[in-house]
């Protein structure tokens, strides 16, 4: 592709780099992404490029680029995020970058926190004061009657305290609902169970679902257990945000409903694995061994992963994760597609985000190397672009 000497100099390119356009594809070697302003303008092999020489040239020489990458399970509600409104611009985007960017986070959905202190913040990234990730949240989830943790017990985890609505009914299930879609949230978050209350009824589910897709968003569901992800799949979730590697092996019954429904599953194996870090070998063992198995089944029986870690409950290097999604079967480019294409569909952004195609936004990540060589290279990201901008650079 040839853009005329005479444009103005709002264009870069990312030079010389192994280029997964998408997952289904075979990657560009010694290619070229050329970007103009926050979109890309043309993607290929480097031999076939041409572009102005004002653009500003990225050396990519040895790295590896993908479309940017999705976390569809965080939470911004460690102590570290109160008052998001006034947190100092330098300090902020070092904490962003600790969590997301330096990961390669371009798009993430926070499903549980204070909604008006996460819009805040939300609102402070995209009027370009701090560099950071686009964010999408449900705000505070639902929860059964009594399932709220104490303060003690929110302090000990680190964790800010903010009001979550209690339901216990459908009617109380669907009004909660709507008051947090009304006040603008992205998504519907419902918790199933609690060892201190009794668990929500499958109407419940539907109740809330159903003001959740009148307004086409999301529903997320916190299983406790198999039976909790049933009910809440009947109820009509999308999303199931964790495995339940505490109550044994998914049942084929289970698998047929998740399927038919066609909902989604966010892993979040190193949730459990770090949970049970004070426990016996034996133990962690078998925990880690069922949720192996219970990803392994989900992704045979052809159900659709989105990458989740459950950020904000564990430790912010995805590493493990990508390890544990290895050991259950999954290919580099699966998962790389649980990271791309899989939530950028599943979100309603499968037209300008999860690929490297013309016209799509920049949000790239460039990695230091191949990760279809090593896995773990997909945490070893150089450079983090948001709608064409650098929004974190590793350093030395």
Request: glycine share 8%.
């Amino acid at each position: 592709m040839t853009v005329s000497p005479n444009s103005p100099s709002d264009y870069s390119a990312l030079v010389g780099a192994t280029i997964y356009v998408s997952p289904a594809e075979e990657p560009i070697r010694d290619g070229v992404v050329l970007i103009q302003n926050e979109k890309i303008l043309a993607v290929g092999r480097r031999a076939q490029m041409q572009f102005p020489e004002t653009a500003q040239v990225l050396d990519c020489f040895g790295f590896t680029i993908t479309a940017g990458l999705w976390n569809s399970h965080v939470h911004f509600f460690e102590r570290k995020w109160a008052d998001a409104a006034t947190i100092p611009p330098p300090e902020l985007t070092r904490q962003l970058q600790a969590m997301l960017t330096r990961y390669g986070f371009t798009s993430v959905f926070d499903i549980g926190s204070s909604w008006e202190n996460t819009r805040r913040l939300r609102d402070r990234i995209d009027s370009g004061e701090v560099p950071g990730p686009k964010i999408r949240s449900t705000g505070p989830g639902l929860v059964p009657l009594g399932a709220l943790p104490s303060d003690q017990v929110l302090g000990l985890m680190g964790l800010m305290k903010f009001p979550a609505p209690e339901v216990a009914d459908p009617a109380q299930a669907a009004t909660a609902a709507k008051t947090l879609l009304d006040e603008g949230v992205d998504g519907i978050k419902l918790f199933a169970s609690s060892p201190r209350s009794p668990s929500l009824s499958e109407s419940a589910f539907q109740a809330a679902a159903d003001e959740a897709h009148r307004a086409d968003k999301p529903v997320f569901v916190h299983p406790n257990t198999g039976a909790d992800v049933l009910t809440a799949v009947r109820g009509g979730v999308d999303i199931i945000a964790h495995t339940t590697p505490h109550t044994g092996p998914w049942e084929d019954t289970l698998l047929t409903a998740m399927k038919d429904r066609r909902v989604a599953l966010t892993p979040t194996l190193t949730l459990w694995k770090y949970y049970m870090r004070h426990d016996r070998l034996s133990a962690q063992e078998k925990v880690v061994d069922t949720e192996i198995g219970q990803l392994r089944a989900w992704f045979a029986a052809g159900g659709e992963v989105l990458f989740g870690t459950d950020l904000g409950a564990v430790e912010y290097d995805p590493t493990g994760e990508y390890i544990l999604m290895s050991e259950a079967g999954m290919t580099f480019r699966q998962i790389l597609a649980s990271l791309t294409t899989a939530p950028a569909r599943r979100f309603g952004d499968k037209d300008k985000l999860g690929r490297i195609a013309a016209g799509f936004q920049a949000d790239l990540t460039v990695f230091q190397q191949d990760p279809a060589a090593n896995i773990r290279a997909l945490a070893q990201v150089k450079y983090t672009l948001r709608a064409g901008k650098i929004i974190y650079r590793a350093t030395g």
